[in-house]
């Protein structure tokens, strides 16, 4: 549907709950979206973004992905994506802070930092934390491209345990190439 996820999947009731932010693995993320040697670099980026996270006692949370990434930009403007634009909502672990973890995390939320390392434009939020404005505020950007457009985003849990899977499912399309 003009290259974007669409906002509801088609088929369901336009009310009805089966629509953005779609929940999906990063398994299932990779084998969709690793469709190129640029993709792919994308990718490795966020799994190692991911894997940093872990590194500071951050295991449990879930993480919305959006941006060009999710878009056919190769096919819309003759491009590949940049980046994955990533929100992060994190679940501090028991008996710690946000202020107790901010040493650790600050780097995992320069944005400028985040995208030069790992081609992520990261932003991190406490669900402990966070309010009703701040989860309107990226659904509601999220949910249209800047021409007016409708579209979806996904959403992938943190899974310490899954990310191997998804790091070997990339690493054997990108040795064995893209596309069909």
């Known amino acids: 549907m003009a290259g974007v996820?669409?906002?509801v999947r088609p088929g369901s009731h336009p009310a009805g709950p089966d629509r953005?932010?779609?929940?999906i693995?990063?398994?299932?993320?990779?084998n969709r979206f690793a469709i190129s040697p640029e993709r792919a670099v994308i990718l490795k980026g966020l799994i190692e973004y991911r894997?940093?996270?872990y590194a500071t006692g951050i295991v449990d949370g879930f993480q919305w992905v959006n941006g060009s990434f999710l878009e056919d930009v190769?096919?819309?403007?003759?491009?590949?994506?940049?980046?994955?634009?990533?929100?992060?909502?994190i679940v501090l672990p028991s008996g710690?802070?946000?202020?107790?973890?901010?040493?650790?995390?600050?780097?995992l939320m320069d944005k400028n930092a985040t995208k030069?390392?790992?081609k992520v434009d990261a932003h991190v939020f406490s669900l402990q934390q966070v309010t009703v404005p701040n989860v309107c505020y990226w659904y509601s950007l999220w949910s249209h491209?800047?021409?007016?457009?409708?579209?979806?985003f996904a959403q992938i849990p943190l899974d310490p345990s899954g990310d191997p899977v998804a790091l070997a499912a990339l690493d054997h399309l990108t040795a064995t190439g893209f596309g069909p």
Request: net charge negative; proline share 13%.
């Open 5 to 7: 996820l669409p906002p």
């Open 20 to 23: 953005s932010p779609y929940m």
């Open 25 to 30: 693995s990063l398994y299932e993320l990779v």
């Open 51 to 53: 894997s940093d996270l």
């Open 74 to 89: 190769e096919s819309n403007e003759n491009r590949p994506p940049n980046d994955v634009d990533v929100v992060t909502y």
């Open 96 to 107: 710690t802070s946000q202020a107790g973890l901010l040493p650790a995390l600050a780097p």
């Open 116 to 118: 030069a390392k790992y």
């Open 145 to 152: 491209r800047r021409d007016g457009l409708w579209k979806g």
